[in-house]
């Protein structure tokens, strides 16, 4: 049993190391526990100012750094992708911001964009797997779809592969346009066709771009439908592949802060980087939400062109945040303007009347309405035909304006036919050509 003065020395000690303690608190050793404390908060306390300067800092270099790639991509993208005939391939939860982004920069280098696909939800729609396998059974012999990534049996992922790049079986022309139909009317997807395009019979695309949707990489870890969904999308990208159709993977999210790094990429380019059959079929790139993401899309998809499958970036398995700058495609040349036709030469077309010479007529002097002034005998004036009328003997020839004899026309006498003839040498008319020699002989013509 425990004696009670025992509990009286116990409750003394506890006051006395309490009275104690306020003694020192309020003593030297008090004013010195607060003045460290004071300096640790004031020393965080600039830390934290300046990590914020730090990180202005650093925004604002990276802006300048987007300014820059804005700046110098359209020359570095410039008839890079000439006479390619691409396809927007949206999976569900993309972002259209992102989207039109990457439309424009394709456009800007050369490419025409005829054909942008919004694959729908019903995709992959747990409840709708039984119509997902039966339109693949229904499709597959209308379409040359390639080998499935796993398994034998053709997947929605194949046909709709080969529906979009316009594969056919061969059984009839045109065969892949009406298993695209189908796949639209099934709601697995929506297509938009350039108004270039011809509505019933377009050209099918040969280049893609596949732009990743809202798929995260905690969904496909913790969600039981964001693994079959991420197998999906890889089978459509494996299809697209295989069928050695010119195709990138363009993925976002690595441009944002994320911890880990790999929580904010996309799971379908960390997939696509991670299975080798695919990495080699296939370009990406998983920060087109920036300028500079954008710019790697053009190139990585012009490289994937030439058959070099690159993988760009700053996320998991990229082999550089840009690829090298490939030489630009040929540009195609317009038609020529056929320019103005030559306009006929003085005289054309009278020079069989006039019998006259057809000598160049960059000799001609210009003709000029009336009598001109005599000029010395040359046989030529500068243009085509004879006097115009007869030149007889002792008499003049009209041509244009008017010779008269002046009196008679003798053998030797001089008749005016807008210049001077002199009988027995040649006259000349204003216009062009050589004048036939005058007989010598005779008597004039009244």
């Known amino acids: 049993m425990i004696d009670f003065r025992y ?42 100012n300046g990590l914020r300067a730090q990180l202005d800092q650093a925004q604002n270099r990276e802006q300048l750094k987007d300014q820059a790639f804005q700046i110098m991509t359209p020359a570095l993208t410039a008839n890079q992708l000439t006479g390619r005939r691409v396809a927007l391939v949206t999976l569900p939860g993309a972002d259209r ?49 390639p080998e499935p990534r796993e398994g034998a049996e053709p997947t929605l992922e194949t046909v709709m592969a080969a529906a979009l790049a316009g594969r056919d079986e061969g059984t009839a022309s045109g065969a892949w346009r009406m298993a695209s139909d189908r796949l639209e009317e099934l709601d697995f997807y929506s297509t938009n066709w350039a108004d ?8 099918p695309p ?29 089978g459509l990208v494996a299809a697209l592949g295989a069928l050695e159709v010119p195709t990138i993977v363009a993925g976002y999210g690595t441009e944002s802060y994320a911890d880990p790094v790999q929580a ?49 970036g700053v996320g998991t398995d990229a082999v550089a945040p840009l690829p090298n700058v490939p030489e630009p495609a040929a540009e195609q040349a317009e038609p020529p303007i056929p320019g103005p036709t030559l306009p006929p030469a003085p005289g054309e077309g009278e020079g069989e009347e006039s019998g006259g010479d057809t000598r160049d ?16 005998p040359t046989g030529t004036d500068g243009a085509t035909g004879t006097d115009g009328a007869t030149g007889t003997d002792g008499a003049t020839g009209t041509d244009g304006a008017t010779g008269t004899d002046g009196a008679t026309g003798t053998d030797g006498a001089t008749g005016t036919d807008g210049a001077t003839g002199t009988d027995g040498a040649t006259g000349t008319d204003g216009a062009t050509g050589t004048n036939d020699p005058v007989p010598t002989t005779g008597t004039p013509t009244p």
């Open 264 to 312: 904010a990429e996309s799971p379908i380019i960390r997939g696509v980087r991670a299975e080798s059959a695919i990495a080699d079929s296939v370009a990406s790139v998983d920060n087109v939400e920036g300028p500079g993401g954008q710019l790697a899309a053009v190139l990585g998809l012009r490289w994937m062109i030439e058959g070099e499958a690159g993988h760009w």
């Open 97 to 145: 911001n992102i989207v039109g982004q990457v439309q424009e920069h394709m456009t800007a280098a050369g490419a025409a964009v005829v054909l942008t696909v919004r694959v729908g939800d019903a995709w992959h729609d747990p409840e709708a797997q039984a119509t997902r396998h039966e339109a693949a059974a229904e499709l597959a012999s209308e379409v040359d779809d």
């Open 196 to 203: 270039s395009e011809a509505p019933e019979f377009p050209e």
């Open 206 to 234: 040969d280049t893609f771009v596949v732009i990743t949707g809202d798929l995260q990489v905690e969904q496909v870890e913790e969600d039981e439908a964001g693994s079959p969904r991420l197998e999906q999308a890889l």
């Open 361 to 376: 007529p960059a000799d001609s002097e210009t003709s000029q309405v009336g009598p001109m002034a005599p000029e010395e």
């Open 7 to 48: 509990h009286v020395v116990s409750l003394v000690a506890v006051f006395m190391a309490l009275a104690v303690g306020i003694v020192l608190g309020a003593g030297p050793l008090g004013q010195e526990i607060s003045s460290t404390l004071e300096g640790q908060v004031k020393d965080l306390r600039e830390e934290r």
